[in-house]
């Protein structure tokens, strides 16, 4: 799977100005008592987003991943083969390119189970923060190469900056977007938004072209717009004869030495064959400051 955004292929995609006046206002109204609507909780996490994209940037982190793959239980048959569990340790890191350009998440393999991954690239920090002409070329190339561990098929979205990208304001008018009732994250009080693309071509697409139309649920901090949890899910219809949900789900964990929140889990349902169990889980820790620049440009 891919994104079609520039975030990772540098395809069009639709742009929309934001106004900060539209996140005051929805503020005012939580101020005044009133229950706000769909379009307001819109509003204040967009301008959360907005501001949110140059903190998280300034961060690497460490990732560990489990996944796994066993045959499902429908009657239908199929799921062939044995089960399979693999564990995978890296650094990753999440950047909001320059020039509106969307959300690149990077990630460098470091080991799978017991055994080192040998690469010859560097620490993703040193090529992130180094200053040389093909920084971003070889950022990519680190997260091509990581795809390779995945058990499944192929995929380069299964970083925790792809809600990100999905809800940034610069998507908004592919989306319609309802209440959908509360619910406590972490222990917060927030309100569930759903949003559906209604657009083609859509912002995630497959390795041979097709359409892949997401929903996602964002749970949002009424009061201050911020986002505590993201469900990104993605209807697949062209790996078989049968259509294929991907799940993506991220929670956000408050980082009080940094002062925001940051990614602390992502859940992962992905496809590994007809009649499949295949999941993954993913915990982020070690969040530390690396200094970025306008060198990580899209060539």
Known sequence: MKLAAAALLGLLVLAQPFDLQSGRAAAELLAQGKKPDAQDIRDRLNAYLTTYEPRLSELIADESMV?????????????IG???????????????????AGWMGFRRVLKVGSDAVDDTLGSLNTVLAGGAVDDYSRARNMLSQSARFNLGTPRTINLPNLPLEVLHPRHAPRFSIRLAGEERVRGKRTIKLVLVENVAPTIIRSFDNHDMRSIVSAFVEAESGRLWRADVITRDPGPTKFAFDHVISVEFMEQR??????????HEVFFAGQNRNAFGDATYSNYRRFQTSARIVPQ
């Open 67 to 79: 996944q796994q793959n066993a045959r499902g239980n429908s009657p239908a048959g199929g799921g």
């Open 82 to 100: 044995p089960p399979e569990f693999r564990t995978i340790r890296s650094e990753v890191a999440f950047i909001a390119l320059p020039g509106d």
């Open 257 to 266: 030495a940094l002062g925001l929140l940051v990614p602390a889990t992502m």
